[in-house]
């Protein structure tokens, strides 16, 4: 399986600034996606990072919000912008691909927003 | 559409057995576990596959059930470290498509 990494692994913010989230797979994969899950809840899917192009956004999610990077099959960037106490949540890399059909997640980023 | 897990939530004493549903009112290629204990990422367990056998990891299996879209995940003689909380994702069609999550069953194995 695929080892994930992300930094930061928590931070502690304040409210109207932004954090990129990097996410780093140690070897090529197909599909990375990043998703979010508030205290309590379940896995909600934010958006497909697509490779050289722009990041694919699920229903409640828009890019001026979180707008994403993928420049390469092994790297990708979350950006949480102007953020309010409800973006408190961990963020979540996860890959899948290389020839499985497993999807596996990184380590996660707890964000919380004062 | 997000998968219907049950139970929410079970509570186990230690040697007991447990069965989590997981179902879909849109036919599904793929459904996929996960164990995600507190402060931690969710870990994969399996993935069942249509048409695809009965799968196993250490003393859980799981099954899938393609006409009804519904996978069954069974554990037997829990362990405490089972405790956590079960998701299942399923996937509508094969390919580079992203899971989508039920809501979890909170499962606690108590001595």
């Known amino acids: 399986s695929a080892v994930i990494s992300q930094k930061p692994s928590r931070d502690i913010c304040q409210r109207g600034t932004s954090l990129t989230i990097q996410c780093q797979v140690d070897s090529q994969v197909t599909m990375m996606f990043w998703y979010r899950q508030q205290p309590g809840q379940s896995l909600t899917l934010i958006a497909t990072a697509n490779q050289g192009s722009e990041a694919t956004y699920e229903s409640g999610f828009v890019i001026d919000k979180f707008p994403i990077s993928r420049p390469n099959l092994t790297f990708s960037t979350l950006t949480v912008s102007n953020m309010s106490p409800e973006d408190s949540s961990i963020y979540l890399c996860s890959v899948k691909g290389g020839g499985v059909n497993e999807q596996f997640f990184g380590p996660g980023t707890r964000l919380t927003v004062l | 559409q997000q998968p219907v897990q049950s139970p929410q939530a079970v509570i186990l004493r230690e040697g007991e057995d447990a069965v989590i549903n997981c179902s879909s009112s849109k036919a599904l290629y793929s459904v996929h576990w996960y164990r995600q204990k507190h402060g931690e990422a969710p870990v994969f367990l399996m993935i069942?596959?249509?048409?695809?056998e009965q799968m196993r990891h250490e003393k859980i299996s799981a099954s899938f059930n393609e006409k009804k879209q519904q996978s069954s995940l069974y554990l037997t003689a829990s362990q405490l470290s089972y405790s956590g909380t079960y998701f299942c994702g399923t996937e509508k069609s094969s390919g580079n498509t992203p899971l989508v999550f039920g809501k979890g069953t909170r499962l606690s194995v108590i001595a």
């Open positions: 069942l596959l249509k048409g695809g």
